[in-house]
């Protein structure tokens, strides 16, 4: 008898939890309002989280975001095209959880395109003190009126520019912002009391890299060019120059001589050792922060930031800039940050190329690295509907949106911070054109927002083809 009673009793609490459950996943699997945390930090959820282990109310919650879980997974592994990755983690106060909630293919080694400058980010703000300035610098044996020979002493600084209005070749919003000319250098040249040089010597012999990367070689005159003392970014006027070099060269005679300050002939070459001492500075000229060039090249996706940043850290740290040494270096700055880079195909600092080959795990993984350094890059990359390459995109979502982009023909990314405790990294590459992975990226992002109160979001069922882009 007294056992007849126990199994009545049983099956009466089984009943119950059954029917909890079911109430909380009918009830999660219905409703299609904002995204609430797991993270139990929200009143509706506290009741949860303080419950007995026991608490009929704690397994029902428990079985309803596993049951969400287990939906937007398969939501979006039957849906995304096949060569695709996205990880996403809970990360309250900026730090990622231990393992992520959603990870299809997280270590799948795909073609990034411009969320490879997340990586770049990373590197250059380990190596550089994020303060700290890029500096060019006038030198010579001996300070006078008139220099028989000097020196310019080149840093790598992207942000030279002939004017600081926006040039009419891309749109405002996709140009940096943290730029400047030489008017300050000839000012302070002109304050030291220099008339004129009979020969400018600019350093260039440190930089050993291509003006034109490879991979964006037959889009040059939409990307720009690379150069040691680099103006506009290798333009003149809104045509690519036939050489950065001399170009820069010669918006700064141009700039000098308007100051009053005559510059006879300008050469390229090295700076004599014995010079090499601070009291042989003459004038120097500042670039902003590293941090916010770093910034200015997340939120426009500029791929002539990236590429010229990356070469300044790398020289910077004492050598000269080769496509080995870059290489070396980023190998060596990822694994003082304790990032297993064993899936990472490093090409070029922008991500600009089809050869590069990156994971959603490892981008993740340097994002949450460098927050523990204080250094947040999503928060530096475009902001959704204000800055940027987000600029315009994704004005009805219910929440911020920080995310650095990637689209190539066939290639669309996004690594980002929904809200304020999502942090994901999505990848994919298919037979789909520049719009078809914007849709893409719009799609996962408002499947994520909605979690775990899950909707299956409206996938495009087919993609155009369309033509090449850069890397944005």
């Known amino acids: 008898m007294k056992f007849r009673y126990a199994l009545v009793a049983a099956f009466f609490m089984t009943a119950v939890l059954l029917l909890t459950n079911a109430y909380q996943i009918f009830s999660f699997e219905k409703t299609s309002s904002s995204r609430s945390s797991f993270s139990a930090n929200q009143p509706e959820l506290q009741q949860f989280a303080d419950a007995p282990l026991t608490a ?8 309803a975001l596993s049951t969400s879980q287990n939906r937007i997974t398969n939501i979006l592994s039957t849906t995304l095209p096949k060569n695709s990755c996205i990880e996403v983690f809970d990360a309250p106060n900026g730090q990622a959880e231990s393992q992520p909630f959603i990870a299809i293919n997280p270590t799948q080694q795909l073609v990034p395109a411009s969320t490879n400058k997340i990586i770049t980010a990373a590197v250059v703000l380990s190596a550089l003190d994020p303060g700290s300035t890029l500096d060019t610098s006038l030198i010579a044996e001996s300070k006078s009126s008139t220099l028989s020979r000097a020196y310019i002493k080149t840093s790598g600084d992207p942000s030279f520019v002939t004017s600081k209005i926006p040039p009419s070749r891309r749109p405002s919003y996709l140009s940096p912002t943290h730029v400047h000319t030489f008017e300050d250098f000839a000012s302070k040249t002109y304050s030291a009391g220099v008339r004129s040089i009979t020969n400018l010597v600019i350093d260039n012999t440190w930089f050993d890299l291509d003006a034109i990367e490879s991979g964006w070689s037959k889009d040059k005159e939409q990307v720009g060019a690379l150069a040691a003392l680099n103006a506009d970014e290798g333009y003149e006027g809104n045509a690519l120059a036939a050489s950065a070099d001399t170009h820069a060269a010669a918006l700064l005679k141009s700039v000098f001589t308007a100051k009053g300050i005559t510059i006879n002939n300008i050469t390229f070459g090295a700076i004599p050792e014995k010079l090499s001492k601070s009291d042989s500075v003459i004038a120097q000229t500042s670039s902003a922060s ?62 600009y190329t089809t050869n590069a080959r990156s994971t959603c795990a490892l981008e993740n993984d340097v994002v949450d690295a460098m927050n523990s350094r204080d250094i947040d890059l999503v928060k530096l990359s475009s902001h959704a509907n204000h800055d940027g390459t987000l600029a315009k995109r994704f004005t009805n979502l219910p929440t911020d949106l920080y995310a650095k982009t990637g689209t190539l023909n066939g290639v669309t990314a996004l690594t980002g911070l929904l809200g304020d405790d999502i942090l994901f990294s999505f990848i994919s590459n298919g037979s789909f054109s520049e719009e078809g992975g914007k849709a893409l990226q719009e799609s996962v992002v408002s499947t994520l927002s909605r979690f775990p109160f899950v909707v299956a979001p409206k996938f495009p069922d087919t ?10």
Do not use: H
């Not at 993609?463 to 944005?472: H, L, W």
């Open 463 to 472: 993609f155009g083809q369309g033509p090449e882009r850069s890397a944005k």
């Open 56 to 63: 009929p109310k704690r397994y029902g919650e428990s079985i």
């Open 290 to 351: 590293v941090k916010e060039l770093v910034s200015d090249m997340l939120k426009t996706s500029d791929n002539v930031y990236a590429e010229q940043l990356l070469a300044a850290a790398v020289y910077a740290s004492g050598g000269n800039v080769t496509k080995r040494s870059r290489a070396d270096f980023v190998s060596q700055q990822l694994k003082k940050l304790s990032i297993d880079a064993s899936g990472y195909v490093f090409i070029n600092g922008s991500g």
